[in-house]
T-cell receptor
Framework: NAGVTQTPKFQVLKTGQSMTLQCAQD?????MSWYRQDPGMGLRLIHY???????DQGEVPNGYNVSRSTTEDFPLRLLSAAPSQTSVYFC????????????FGSGTRLTVV | AQKITQTQPGMFVQEKEAVTLDCTYD???????LFWYKQPSSGEMIFLIY??????QNATEGRYSLNFQKARKSANLVISASQLGDSAMYFC???????????FGTGTSLTVIP
């Protein structure tokens, strides 16, 4: 099925460990983004990309890296996990300026202990 | 200043009744889009409805309608004939201008009572 595929769905990390959250879309969307969702704070933008080879920071980029080598893939790397990064992470994609909004992945629930 | 404000952390509605979820926004850009998303307990984000700043009529999608009051900068979601499956978190979001960055509100938790 067409859409945004996020893996893994759940992950537990120890403080200081690194990991990569995977995101892939097969809709040829130019725009991809990563959000984190914390209780009472809605969704906050971490990083985004407007096309292959182009990335930029969002509202809360510290502690995270991204790259966009292809249109389809947009992985999010946690460099050295901290308990403050315990959250639910969503990858989303869209056409540029589309009226249909984002298509979201199913989310990754990350716990850092 | 918050771009999107949702002032109702939780709402209750009787099954088959209508309910309005409030959303106000802040932008100086004349071109923007307003969106509502539903997040059930399973966690996925589901797009519900879109309203463009230049749209003359309020958007409707089935039982969902968006009460767009441009001068008041409000974009309230109206759900008619509530169903038990409508119980979820609802997020209002805005995209400014030609960009694709979305600003989300903090959400409203809706519970439909049988």
């Amino acid at each position: 099925n067409a859409g945004v595929t996020q893996t893994p769905k759940f992950q537990v990390l120890k403080t200081g460990q690194s990991m990569t959250l995977q995101c892939a879309q097969d809709m040829n969307h130019e725009y991809m983004s990563w959000y984190r969702q914390d209780p009472g704070m809605g969704l906050r933008l971490i990083h985004y990309s407007v096309g292959a080879g182009i990335t930029d920071q969002g509202e809360v980029p510290n502690g995270y890296n991204v790259s966009r080598s292809t249109t389809e893939d947009f992985p999010l790397r946690l460099l050295s996990a901290a308990p403050s990064q315990t959250s639910v992470y969503f990858c989303a994609s869209s056409y540029w300026g589309g009226t249909g909004g984002y298509t979201f992945g199913s989310g990754t629930r990350l716990t850092v202990v | 200043a918050q771009k999107i404000t949702q002032t109702q952390p939780g709402m209750f509605v009787q099954e088959k009744e209508a309910v309005t979820l409030d959303c106000t926004y802040d932008t100086s850009d004349p071109s923007y889009g307003l969106f509502w998303y539903k997040q059930p307990s399973s966690g996925e984000m589901i797009f519900l409805i879109y309203q463009g700043s230049y749209d003359q009529q309020n958007a409707t999608e089935g039982r969902y309608s968006l009460n767009f009051q441009k001068a008041r900068k409000s974009a309230n979601l109206v759900i008619s004939a509530s169903q038990l499956g409508d119980s979820a978190m609802y997020f209002c979001a805005m995209r400014e201008g030609a960009g694709n960055q979305f600003y989300f509100g903090t959400g409203t938790s809706l519970t439909v009572i049988p």
